[in-house]
């Protein structure tokens, strides 16, 4: 695990990976602005600041345990751990974000499952992935098939196995989460040199209206469901709005005996 960090930590210094790294970057800082609550955790990827824009008064960022001495220069580390065993009790975190961690894990099922876990009902998961049906996805598969051949090198050094936007959708529904938002990024070719990717900027504003599920990205926000579980908190504004609502009073005029 420790050669397949560190091969990362170079990848993302290529133009090709802070072309990624922007484009994610831009898509955590606008899901988790508005997200509430009090306990928030990053999966991964120091190079992303997955939190920075997120209120939560107790923020955390962590990777896996076993690339601990690859990532010792990684000030940002708060603890080291297994993704699939996070020292949290269940039900105890409002917010996970998971930048490529499930790409990383050696079992993506279990790690997806822990962050079920430890997720209050009704908190979120923020996900990234690459999508293996985009051209990034293709040139990293001949490049794996070359390699074997002993020819040139891998497209995504140290890169896990790629999983689908849709399988990654079918997994969070068996675990009861309900997608909020999905998207798709990262429309320009593999390619290494900084000049051909200016060049190609033109199809990240095309990608996303011509062919928007071969983005190389994606982006997903999930929801925890709880089944059987109902939220009160409508029902508590509705009673608040009533009783503030006036109510007409009517006066009765009693005739008293000296009337008559």
Same mark, same amino acid.
């Given at each position: 695990m420790s050669d397949q960090i560190i091969g990362l930590q170079e990848w993302f210094q290529s133009p090709a990976g802070a072309y990624l790294l922007e484009w994610e970057q831009a898509q955590l800082d606008e899901a988790v602005a508005d997200l509430f609550g009090y306990h928030a955790l990053q999966l991964g990827v120091p190079e992303l600041q997955a939190l920075r824009t997120n209120r939560m008064p107790h923020r955390w960022f962590t990777i896996q345990e076993s690339a601990e001495q690859a990532g010792k220069q990684c000030a940002v580390v708060d603890f080291y751990t297994d993704f699939t065993a996070l020292p949290f009790p269940a039900n105890s975190m409002d917010l996970l974000v998971l930048p490529h961690a499930l790409e990383f894990s050696p079992d993506p099922h279990a790690a997806l499952r822990e962050v079920e876990r430890v997720l209050v009902p *009704?908190? &979120?998961?923020?996900?990234?992935?690459? @999508?293996?049906?985009?051209? !990034?996805? !293709?040139?990293q598969r001949r490049s794996r098939w070359y390699q074997r051949l002993g !020819? #040139?090198?891998v497209f995504l050094p140290g !890169?896990?196995?790629?999983?689908? %936007?849709w399988r990654l959708r079918d997994w969070l529904r068996l675990l009861s989460f *309900?997608? *909020?938002?999905?998207?798709?990024?990262? %429309?320009?070719?593999?390619v290494d040199s900084p000049e051909w990717l200016h060049r190609f900027a033109w199809l990240d504003r095309? #990608?996303?209206r011509w062919w928007p599920i071969f983005g190389a990205a994606y982006f997903v926000v999930a929801t925890k469901r709880v089944r059987g579980m109902r939220l009160l908190g409508g029902a508590w504004k509705a009673a608040a709005k009533r009783s503030a609502a006036a109510v007409p009073?009517?006066?009765?005029?009693? &005739?008293?005996? @000296?009337? @008559?």
């Open positions: *009704e908190g &979120k998961a923020v996900i990234c992935g690459l @999508n293996p049906a985009s051209l !990034w996805g !293709w040139r !020819w #040139g090198r !890169w896990g196995d790629l999983i689908g %936007y *309900e997608v *909020e938002a999905g998207r798709f990024g990262c %429309y320009r070719p593999a095309i #990608g996303g009073v009517t006066q009765q005029t009693h &005739k008293t005996r @000296n009337e @008559n």
